[in-house]
């Protein structure tokens, strides 16, 4: 057994021995809202959010991004489970600012192992072949944060499964300070209209 899985299942011993009445959570989420956020491990939605378990949804994948996965999750997470609100959260330093399409696909045709960033770059370090399949991937790499927002809660409230009624808030959170700071532009194309 490795390490970390030795540490996860310990965790997770720890964690069901104290368990009590959480079994007994709605699935709908309490507070009725849902997060879309970054897969990044510096963020924690349930400390910077204030959330205990059973009160938002949160959805996460590298950067954040509005991918057709997050809005079937938000839509979902609106039609079944009854959210009424929504935030996307971008964060600064975030890793998918560091490449783009192009370097990815260039890294994976190369090789499938990781690469190692240094100050020329992303760097593939892998033997062997890598495959070209990363061609048919939009890697929804970032080139300025705000924007990323901007468009992301533009590509939500533009689709056509997501109610007017729905407000979609844009924030970023800044991982020096913990803070989440609106992206004003984002949270107004997200506003809440009448149907």
Not at 64 to 78: K, T, V
Not at 101 to 109: K, N, S, V
Not at 153 to 165: A, D, F
Request: with cysteine; charged share 25%.
């Amino acid at each position: 057994m490795s390490n970390t899985l030795d540490h996860v299942l310990t965790a997770n011993n720890a964690y069901a021995s104290d368990f009590g009445d959480k079994g007994a959570l709605a699935m709908p989420p309490q507070r009725r809202f849902a997060v879309l956020t970054c897969m990044d491990a510096r963020l924690d939605p349930a400390k910077f959010a204030g959330l205990a378990e059973g009160d938002a949804h949160v959805i996460r994948n590298a950067g954040g991004r509005a991918s057709d996965d997050a809005i079937r999750s938000l839509i979902i997470s609106y039609k079944l489970l009854g959210t009424r609100e929504w935030f996307v959260i971008h964060h600064t330093e975030c890793g998918m600012e560091t490449f783009t399409d192009e370097i990815m696909r260039d890294l994976l045709a190369s090789s499938l192992e990781t690469a190692e960033l240094d100050a020329g770059g992303w760097r593939d370090t892998g033997q062997g072949s890598g495959r070209s399949e990363a061609d048919f991937i939009d890697w929804l790499t970032i080139r300025d944060q705000g924007e990323s927002v901007r468009a992301d809660v533009q590509c939500i409230r533009s689709h056509p499964l997501v109610p007017g009624s729905i407000p979609i808030y844009g924030y970023l959170y800044d991982v020096k300070t913990g803070r989440l700071v609106e992206v004003p532009e984002a949270t107004a194309i997200g506003a809440a209209v009448e149907n």
